[in-house]
């Protein structure tokens, strides 16, 4: 069984910053590449970041300069650190990796979710 749990979200101004934490637990064998999408009310789910095992780093036109991904291979986590927010980044945040387990199955997970609130 693999978890993965985000925290960090909620209500801030625009211009303001905020960071996004997610933790992978359970069976894991080795985790791939592993990201953040978003989800805006009425609108389909869409890429935020995503970074591989290695360290390389792709991101949405919309978030570049201000939203940086990072990971810890050894604590199985990811992190969005997220600059001068804007109104339009509002949206629930999930966090999403690419996990082989002990059982040598490989999958793409999701997290539950965190809500982000950009409002003055």
């Known amino acids: 069984q693999v978890q993965l749990v985000e925290s960090g979200g909620g209500l801030v101004q625009p211009g303001e910053s905020l960071r996004l934490s997610c933790a992978a637990s359970?069976?894991?064998?080795?985790?791939?590449?592993m990201g953040w999408y978003r989800q805006a009310p009425g609108k389909q789910r869409e890429l935020v970041a995503t970074i591989t095992r290695d360290g390389s780093t792709n991101s949405a036109e919309s978030v570049k300069g201000r939203f940086t991904i990072s990971r810890d291979n050894a604590k199985n986590t990811v992190d969005l650190q997220m600059n001068s927010l804007k109104a339009e980044d509002t949206a629930v945040y999930y966090c999403?990796?690419?996990?082989?387990?002990?059982?040598?199955?490989?999958?793409?997970?999701w997290g539950q979710g965190t809500q982000v609130t950009v409002s003055s």
């Open positions: 359970g069976s894991i064998f080795s985790i791939d590449t």
């Open positions: 999403q990796a690419i996990i082989t387990t002990t059982t040598r199955m490989t999958a793409r997970y």
